[in-house]
Nanobody, 129 residues
Framework: QLQLVESGGALVQPGGSLRLSCAAS????????IGWFRQAPGKEREGVSC????????DYADSVKGRFTISRDDAKNTIYLQMNGLKPEDTAVYYC??????????????????????WGPGTQVTVSS
């Protein structure tokens, strides 16, 4: 069974940092672009960041540029999202997902979520004092 599982979400104060992890089981991530998405209460799911196959490129939402960094460790079958300078508006459930089209050397956070499968169950990030 193909699965992704996110971890690392927590309650953190504004200005703090978190590192989210996305681990795969049942398949290897190294052939796929991976996206991070988030959904806040009452809002639509939005793309936060993505990293292409072989780390050729990465893309970020304007709201997180300069604060978040995506990376991949294919040897560990894991994708990371380092989040610094967290703001209350970053509060959301964060999801990772694999672009179902393999070997994509270009990714964009504007891709439709429908292009991604599988998805993880999400991890909660809360930024509050």
């Amino acid at each position: 069974q193909l699965q992704l599982v996110e971890s690392g979400g927590a309650l953190v104060q504004p200005g703090g940092s978190l590192r989210l992890s996305c681990a795969a089981s049942g398949f290897t991530l190294d052939s796929y672009a991976i996206g991070w998405f988030r959904q806040a209460p009452g809002k639509e799911r939005e793309g936060v960041s993505c990293i292409s196959y072989a780390s050729v490129n990465a893309d970020y939402a304007d709201s997180v540029k300069g604060r978040f960094t995506i990376s991949r460790d294919d040897a560990k079958n894991t994708i990371y999202l380092q989040m610094n300078g967290l703001k209350p508006e970053d509060t959301a459930v964060y999801y990772c997902a694999a672009d179902r089209r393999s070997y994509r050397t270009v990714c964009t956070i504007h891709n439709s979520p429908g292009l991604y499968d599988p998805w993880g169950p999400g991890t909660q990030v809360t930024v509050s004092s």
